[in-house]
C-alpha cells in the first residue's frame, strides 16, 4: 500500500503537489493520480480552466437540502420542489449516492431523506452526528405516513435502520425496508438497478 505521505519523487515539486491533492479523492491512489495529472498536464488550458470554474461553482453555489439533505442550489432540492411527487412517503438514505441509485431504478416517486451517515461505534458515528433529529420532525410536520429505510445491508445499515424504527414508531408511522434479494453487506449506491427496482418494488413492513 502506498503511503500517501511519502510518494515517489517528482521533478517537479507543483506536479508532485498536485498528485498529493488527486490522492485526496476516495479510491485514488498514487499511479491514477499521476494519470489524472498528466492529462490535465497535456489537456488544453481551456478545458483546465473550465474544470477549475465548475469545481469553484459547484463549491460556491451547490449546498445541501434545507428539507432532506440532498444536493440542491436553491433552499430546496428539486426533488422537494417537485409537486408531482408523493408527499407523504420518505425513502432514507446514507448518502447522496444512494438518492442518485436509487432514482435511476425508477421505482420511488416520493421524497428522500439523507442521513449523511451510518451508527458505527468503530468509527465513533452517533445519534447526534446523523439527520435523525430532523427526519423525526419531518414525519410529524410533513403528515408523513410511510417511511422506507434504505440503509445498506451491512451491520452498521441494519443497526440504523434498527434504530430509525425504534424512535418513529410512537408517531404510527409505517415503516418499510426493501424485499429480500439484497445481499447482506450490499450498498445501495453500488446495486445494479433491477435488483434495486425489484427490492422496493416489493418492500415490506418491518
Not at 436553491?74 to 446514507?94: A, G, H, P, Y
Not at 408517531?171 to 427490492?199: N, S, Y
Amino acid at each position: 500500500m502506498t503511503d500517501k505521505k511519502n510518494i515517489t519523487f517528482y521533478p517537479s515539486d507543483k506536479l508532485k503537489s498536485l498528485v498529493k491533492k488527486l490522492m485526496m479523492f476516495p479510491g485514488v491512489g498514487e499511479r491514477t493520480a499521476m494519470r489524472f495529472a498528466i492529462f490535465l498536464l497535456q489537456a488544453p488550458k481551456h478545458f483546465v480552466e473550465g474544470l477549475a470554474r465548475d469545481i469553484i461553482t459547484v463549491k460556491d453555489k451547490v449546498k445541501l437540502c434545507s428539507r432532506c439533505f440532498f444536493i440542491a442550489e436553491n433552499d430546496l432540492c428539486r426533488f422537494c420542489e417537485d409537486e408531482t411527487r408523493s408527499r407523504r412517503k420518505i425513502c432514507v438514505v446514507e448518502g447522496i449516492e444512494d438518492v442518485i441509485s436509487v432514482e435511476r431504478s425508477g421505482s420511488w416517486d416520493g421524497l428522500y431523506h439523507v442521513l449523511w451517515g451510518l451508527l458505527s461505534a468503530q468509527d465513533g458515528a452517533d445519534v447526534s452526528q446523523l439527520k435523525i433529529k430532523e427526519l423525526i420532525g419531518r414525519v410529524i410536520s410533513e403528515n408523513i405516513e410511510e417511511v422506507l429505510i434504505m440503509t445498506d445491508t451491512s451491520v452498521e445499515g441494519e443497526a440504523t435502520a434498527m434504530y430509525i424504527k425504534k424512535v418513529l414508531s410512537k408517531f404510527g408511522v409505517k415503516i418499510t425496508r426493501p424485499a429480500l434479494g439484497i445481499p447482506f453487506g450490499a450498498e445501495v449506491e453500488f446495486m445494479d438497478t433491477a435488483t434495486l427496482r425489484k427490492a422496493i418494488l416489493s418492500r415490506q413492513e418491518g
